[in-house]
């Protein structure tokens, strides 16, 4: 069975600066997708970046970027240029080929963002 | 338009009282699904529709009972509740992707308090 592992359950950091959030996964399957979705305190589930297990390239949008490690299970997120707006909680999340294509999660870390 | 729709947003509901949870896409996903999600915590999965199908129940109690009457509605109906019943429903659609990726998209979810 598949797990995600997200060992930080708080972080913080100062507005304008970069933080990296944590996630491990541990799956015996070749071919998968592995997402990073952001929970503000409005509660809407957004998704902020994909990465297909395929590809080497790390995935980025905008501000947002993956450093993916196939070989050791490793799939962390960097905010650049932290913004106010980027407080929330962040859940890492793990999607096998199955046929109903379930999303196996991660504990989550809550990421505070100071003036 | 990745938009996925939820009524009501907040629901209160005595524990002899029946209701219903309303989502709606027109992406044209055919894939939806239920989660329940408690504060501070990732989104469990309950239930997945699968061209209107259902795919997976995640031995979810039978006082909620899911039905997708066509492509673009999920409704969750609601009977008999318990008090830990309480918190957040979320709805989600999945869309396939070009080279065979996907991403589930949330709507924003309805607060549910069972008194």
């Known amino acids: 069975a598949q797990t995600v592992t997200q060992s930080q359950p708080e972080m913080s950091v100062q507005e304008a600066e970069t933080v990296t959030l944590s996630c491990t996964y541990d799956t015996s399957e070749s071919d998968y997708y592995l997402f990073w979705y952001k929970q503000p305190p409005s509660r809407q589930m957004i998704l902020v970046i994909r990465q297909e297990a395929y590809k080497q390239q790390n995935a980025t949008e905008n501000r947002f970027s993956v450093n993916f490690q196939k070989a050791a299970k490793s799939f962390s997120l960097k905010i650049s240029d932290s913004q106010l707006g980027d407080a929330a909680m962040y859940f890492c999340a793990y999607g096998g080929m199955d046929s109903n294509y379930q999303l196996i999660w991660g504990a989550g870390t809550k990421l505070i963002i100071k003036p | 338009d990745t938009e996925v729709t939820q009524t009501p947003k907040h629901l209160v509901m005595g524990m002899t009282n029946k209701k219903s949870l309303k989502c709606e896409q027109h992406m044209g996903h055919r894939a939806m699904y239920w989660y329940k999600q408690k504060a501070k915590k990732p989104p469990e999965l309950m239930f997945v529709?699968?061209?209107?199908?259902?795919?997976i129940n995640e031995s979810v109690p039978s006082r909620f009972s899911p039905e997708c009457p066509n492509s673009s509605l999920l409704n969750l109906h609601l009977h008999a509740l318990q008090p830990e019943d309480s918190a957040l429903y979320l709805c989600?659609?999945?869309?396939?992707?070009?080279?065979?990726?996907?991403?589930?998209?949330f709507g924003p979810g309805t607060r549910l308090t069972v008194t």
């Open positions: 529709y699968s061209y209107e199908k259902l795919s």
């Open positions: 989600a659609s999945r869309l396939f992707l070009a080279g065979g990726s996907y991403e589930q998209y």
